[in-house]
Nanobody, 124 residues
Framework: QVQLVESGGGLVQAGGSLRLSCAAS????????MGWFRQAPGKEREFVAT????????YYADSVKGRFTISRDNAKNTVYLQMNSLKPEDTAVYYC?????????????????WGQGTQVTVSS
């Protein structure tokens, strides 16, 4: 089992940048494929990005491709989400998730562990 804690959220103007971190404790994060999801008020939780165990393979939602970058540092048991060129529609609670399975997954129900989330607000 792994515990996940997100940090790095905040308020930023449109066009700005933020870097989210997800620190894992318990089992080492390299045991898991990791993902980032987000949920805006009144909307379902949606896939943002996922990265494999070694960090060599990444997948992104079309809405963030070219603006967001997922990465991981297994020595630090931490996964990152670098968010550039932020838009007001990126406003949401961002969640880190861990998947014990294999292969890239985009549905929340396919992930096994979740953090508590961190709020990102982008003002226009």
């Amino acid at each position: 089992q792994v515990q996940l804690v997100e940090s790095g959220g905040g308020l930023v103007q449109a066009g700005g940048s933020l870097r989210l971190s997800c620190a894992a404790s318990g089992r080492t994060s390299s045991t898991y494929r990791m993902g980032w999801f987000r949920q805006a008020p009144g909307k379902e939780r949606e896939f943002v990005a996922t990265i494999n165990r070694s960090g060599s393979s990444t997948y992104y939602a079309d809405s963030v491709k070219g603006r967001f970058t997922i990465s991981r540092d297994n020595a630090k048991n931490t996964v990152y989400l670098q968010m550039n060129s932020l838009k007001p529609e990126d406003t949401a609670v961002y969640y880190c998730a861990a998947d014990e399975g294999w292969g890239p997954k985009r549905r929340p129900e396919e992930y096994d562990y979740w953090g508590q989330g961190t709020q990102v607000t982008v003002s226009s």
